[in-house]
Protein backbone atom coordinates (compact mmCIF):
# COMPACT_ATOMS: atom_id res chain seq x y z
CA UNK A 1 0.00 0.00 0.00
CA UNK A 2 2.62 2.45 1.03
CA UNK A 3 4.59 1.64 -2.13
CA UNK A 4 1.45 2.25 -4.53
CA UNK A 5 0.67 5.99 -2.28
CA UNK A 6 4.39 6.87 -3.51
CA UNK A 7 3.56 6.22 -6.94
CA UNK A 8 0.70 7.71 -6.90
CA UNK A 9 1.85 11.45 -5.32
CA UNK A 10 4.81 12.25 -7.14
CA UNK A 11 6.69 14.20 -4.09
CA UNK A 12 10.34 14.82 -5.85
CA UNK A 13 9.00 15.90 -9.17
CA UNK A 14 8.62 19.46 -9.49
CA UNK A 15 6.41 19.08 -12.55
CA UNK A 16 3.53 16.70 -10.94
CA UNK A 17 0.46 18.73 -10.60
CA UNK A 18 0.05 17.49 -7.20
CA UNK A 19 3.01 18.47 -5.88
CA UNK A 20 2.34 21.82 -6.57
CA UNK A 21 -1.09 21.56 -5.35
CA UNK A 22 0.74 20.46 -2.07
CA UNK A 23 3.05 23.77 -2.59
CA UNK A 24 0.32 26.11 -2.74
CA UNK A 25 -2.09 24.63 -0.40
CA UNK A 26 0.00 26.61 2.22
CA UNK A 27 -1.10 29.58 0.63
CA UNK A 28 -4.56 29.01 1.46
CA UNK A 29 -4.07 27.49 5.31
CA UNK A 30 -2.32 30.48 6.71
CA UNK A 31 -4.89 33.11 5.87
CA UNK A 32 -7.55 30.63 7.32
CA UNK A 33 -5.81 30.22 10.38
CA UNK A 34 -5.93 33.78 10.82
CA UNK A 35 -9.56 33.80 9.83
CA UNK A 36 -10.11 31.33 12.48
CA UNK A 37 -8.11 32.96 15.18
CA UNK A 38 -8.88 37.20 14.63
CA UNK A 39 -12.43 37.15 12.59
CA UNK A 40 -14.57 37.75 15.73
CA UNK A 41 -17.88 35.58 14.60
CA UNK A 42 -15.51 32.53 13.74
CA UNK A 43 -13.64 32.81 16.68
CA UNK A 44 -16.12 32.75 18.93
CA UNK A 45 -18.26 30.07 16.91
CA UNK A 46 -14.74 27.78 16.71
CA UNK A 47 -13.61 28.64 20.39
CA UNK A 48 -10.24 30.18 19.50
CA UNK A 49 -8.14 32.39 21.28
CA UNK A 50 -5.23 34.84 19.61
CA UNK A 51 -1.81 33.14 20.92
CA UNK A 52 -0.45 36.78 21.50
CA UNK A 53 3.47 38.42 20.19
CA UNK A 54 4.78 35.89 22.64
CA UNK A 55 3.22 32.85 21.22
CA UNK A 56 3.70 33.96 17.24
CA UNK A 57 7.12 34.19 18.61
CA UNK A 58 7.50 31.06 19.38
CA UNK A 59 5.91 29.91 16.53
CA UNK A 60 8.45 31.71 14.04
CA UNK A 61 11.28 30.85 16.50
CA UNK A 62 10.95 27.04 16.14
CA UNK A 63 9.76 27.15 12.58
CA UNK A 64 13.22 28.95 11.87
CA UNK A 65 14.88 26.01 13.88
CA UNK A 66 13.32 23.49 11.97
CA UNK A 67 14.19 25.39 8.63
CA UNK A 68 17.73 25.67 9.12
CA UNK A 69 17.98 22.20 10.40
CA UNK A 70 16.42 21.13 6.58
CA UNK A 71 18.62 23.35 5.19
CA UNK A 72 21.44 22.11 6.70
CA UNK A 73 21.27 18.78 6.16
CA UNK A 74 20.53 19.89 2.58
CA UNK A 75 23.68 21.84 2.77
CA UNK A 76 26.04 19.39 4.46
CA UNK A 77 24.64 15.45 3.00
CA UNK A 78 23.65 15.80 -0.33
CA UNK A 79 22.89 13.02 -0.80
CA UNK A 80 20.87 12.22 2.20
CA UNK A 81 17.06 11.63 1.92
CA UNK A 82 14.12 10.76 4.39
CA UNK A 83 13.07 7.15 3.01
CA UNK A 84 10.15 5.27 3.98
CA UNK A 85 10.13 2.41 5.48
Given amino acids: MQESMNTWINWKSRKSKRNRISRQSHWLSVPLLLVALYLPGVSTALHTVSIGANGWGLLF ?3 LVTLLIGQGIK ?3 PGASI ?3
Fill in 61 to 63: GIS
Fill in 75 to 77: QFM
Fill in 83 to 85: KNP
